[in-house]
T-cell receptor, first 115, second 114 residues
Framework: GAVVSQHPSWVICKSGTSVKIECRSL??????MFWYRQFPKQSLMLMAT?????????EQGVEKDKFLINHASLTLSTLTVTSAHPEDSSFYIC???????????FGPGTRLTVT | AQKVTQAQTEISVVEKEDVTLDCVYE???????LFWYKQPPSGELVFLIR??????QNEISGRYSWNFQKSTSSFNFTITASQVVDSAVYFC???????????FGAGTRLTVKP
């Protein structure tokens, strides 16, 4: 149990366009979902935390208008990178937790390349 | 805020050697959770272990073992008789009881040569 999927697994887009990444908990209800960004040869950096039905909480330095997060249901969160630029190219990983659980279940990641 | 330090950026060993990956953490909470993850070249994080702050027992799982010492705020990971398939980046992470955020160390890139 506790499987998290992400779609797409990789995406290439042109500069200025928007890209949506989906994160789904397949066999459990996720009360909280997290979005991380990982640049090459670096660690995972938390971007934002989202609870179902409420606005996401963004980490300092993360532009909320650029990285739109929607957590509309207990099994789905989406991250939309708006007006993407080459510097947004990165590996985006989501994770999800269950109620009263202290473990995050990670998705397989989405590799975004902006040309 | 919690902090995790993995001082070893890269380690290279020859197959069958034992290797220890260090992890030192900082937290003000008395209840917290420590994790180790493996990230192979595919990028997907592989969960290895979770430890809560009240359980200082060392754990062994096959060739993997973990040494948790609260006195030194360390949670080290040892691979015995390393294999080429162990080559990956390994992350140590900390999550506090009152804060669902998980903070990762910088990671240690392990290369096991045949």
């Amino acid at each position: 149990g506790a499987v998290v999927s992400q779609h797409p697994s990789w995406v290439i887009c042109k500069s200025g366009t928007s890209v949506k990444i989906e994160c789904r908990s397949l066999d459990f209800q996720a009360t909280t979902m997290f979005w991380y960004r990982q640049f090459p040869k670096q660690s995972l950096m938390l971007m934002a935390t989202s609870n179902e039905g409420s606005k996401a909480t963004y980490e300092q330095g993360v532009e909320k208008d650029k990285f739109l997060i929607n957590h509309a249901s207990l099994t789905l969160s989406t991250l939309t990178v708006t007006s993407a630029h080459p510097e947004d190219s990165s590996f985006y990983i989501c994770s999800a937790t269950r109620l009263a659980a202290y473990e995050q279940y990670f998705g397989p990641g989405t590799r975004l390349t902006v040309t | 805020a919690q902090k995790v330090t993995q001082a070893q950026t890269e380690i290279s060993v020859v197959e069958k050697e034992d290797v220890t990956l260090d992890c030192v953490y900082e937290t003000r909470d008395t209840t917290y959770y420590l994790f180790w993850y493996k990230q192979p070249p595919s990028g997907e994080l592989v969960f290895l272990i979770r430890r809560n702050s009240f359980d200082e027992q060392n754990e062994i799982s096959g060739r993997y073992s973990w040494n948790f010492q609260k006195s030194t705020s360390s949670f080290n990971f040892t691979i015995t008789a390393s294999q080429v398939v162990d080559s990956a980046v390994y992350f140590c992470a900390l999550s506090e009881y009152n804060n669902n955020d998980m903070r990762f160390g910088a990671g240690t890139r392990l290369t096991v040569k045949p």
